[in-house]
């Protein structure tokens, strides 16, 4: 059964086609720079080489048509129709308290993505612009939403809640949502299959590490507290976002740099993190780089995100009282091993030699494509 992930970006509409039932991936790709003057088609079919060529894509919609001309290209296409394909799975940031596991859209599920735009001014929209655009090209194909906080949704009230009158709360939906959802539910689940567990019967702290970073405390394969918020820019400093640091900073800089809401923003969420601190870059391989040259403030950098992890880890097992492993994902979690190292080192005695400190690759589109295909085979 063949499942097709749809991942829509700002200015990118990524896809994955999987046959699920192998679990394998049949080739995936990316509509990059879409709006701009000059457009990008990457596909990369499995077990062949990428290739890569200009196009023009005005819109998401063009977007979605681009995708489905390259799958059933008659040279190098892998679909005869695109009615083969039997579901197509979305990633969705924000669900809000609405949503707390997938689910087939319909017109009340789009009415709800559009009313959580106000949450996710950045994410959701574009989401919907893909969603809409595969209802149109892939006629009479299910599509399923697949949400970021949906696998949050089960932290316990102390835990989202937020020290600001609890009439906001009530009015503007304002608490902890937690982001990077799916990548931490599949981390936990393949901890259990690692440790040889049931996943209810196994305590994890997952690690997800990249240019965005989140960590997840998950007790028998439910979330109970997490590291980003309101919005992504709470937690762990992150390539470009600041994470967690005193609210009282945002006003006084406001004041004395004489900068509105927007500039504000655009401060914490792309210019602050590892570029903020060490002047240099976002990449963690940069930092690396400056590291082995003396740079003092790459030093400072990676310094203060591995500390900012370490912290979580000590907070989250205070949360868990029993962490059986702590597992490291992400561009970063899989491919900075040094960093996996320096933190079993330091928290080892106190997590006890049973705790398992372990790496994997996560893979969130495998686990759309699967709640996808369940999805629609329990619908028909």
């Not at 574009?126 to 892939?138: D, L, S, T, V, W």
């Not at 933190?343 to 494509?369: D, Q, W, Y």
């Amino acid at each position: 059964m063949l499942i097709l992930v749809v991942n829509c970006g700002s200015s990118s509409a990524k896809y994955e086609l999987f046959n699920v039932e192998k679990e394998t991936s049949l080739c995936r790709g990316a509509v990059e720079r879409i709006g701009e003057q000059t457009s990008w088609m990457v596909y990369h079919p499995s077990g062949k080489d990428q290739t890569k060529q200009k196009t023009v894509c005005p819109d998401h919609h063009r977007a979605i048509e681009l995708i489905r001309d390259t799958l059933v290209d008659a040279q190098k296409g892998v679909l005869k129709d695109v009615m083969d394909v039997m579901g197509v799975g979305h990633r969705v940031v924000h669900g809000g308290e609405e949503f707390n596991q997938s689910t087939l859209i319909d017109a009340k599920v789009m009415k709800s993505i559009e009313k959580f735009s106000a949450l996710a001014p950045l994410h959701n929209p574009p989401a919907i612009e893909g969603i809409k655009g595969c209802m149109r090209i892939f006629q009479g194909v299910p599509q399923v939403a697949v949400f970021d906080t949906a696998f949050h949704q089960t932290m316990p009230e102390q835990a989202f809640a937020y020290g600001i009158p609890y009439k906001f709360y009530k009015k503007y939906s304002i608490r902890k949502y937690g982001f990077h959802g799916t990548s931490h539910r599949y981390i936990s689940m393949k901890a259990a299959e690692l440790l040889g567990c049931p996943v209810q019967d196994v305590n994890v702290i997952s690690v997800h590490l990249g240019n965005g970073c989140s960590i997840a405390a998950v007790a028998g394969g439910k979330s109970i507290d997490t590291s980003m918020g309101f919005t992504p820019l709470e937690g762990l400093l992150m390539g470009t976002r600041s994470g967690d640091m005193d609210p009282a900073v945002v006003t006084f800089l406001m004041r004395a740099e004489n900068i509105g809401p927007e500039e504000m923003d655009g401060i914490m969420n792309k210019k602050s993190g590892l570029l903020g601190i060490s002047g240099i870059s976002n990449d963690m391989r940069d930092i690396l780089s400056g590291l082995q040259e003396g740079n003092a403030r790459a030093r400072l950098a990676y310094d203060v995100f591995v500390y900012r992890i370490k912290k979580y880890i000590g907070a989250y097992a205070a949360v868990l009282g029993k962490v059986d492993a702590v597992v490291f994902a992400g561009g970063i979690g899989e491919n900075v091993p040094e960093i996996k190292s320096e933190i079993k080192r330091h928290l080892r005695p106190m997590l006890g030699s049973a705790c398992e400190f372990l790496t994997v690759r996560t893979n969130e589109e495998l686990l759309i494509a699967k709640d996808t295909y369940n999805l629609v085979k329990r619908s028909a």
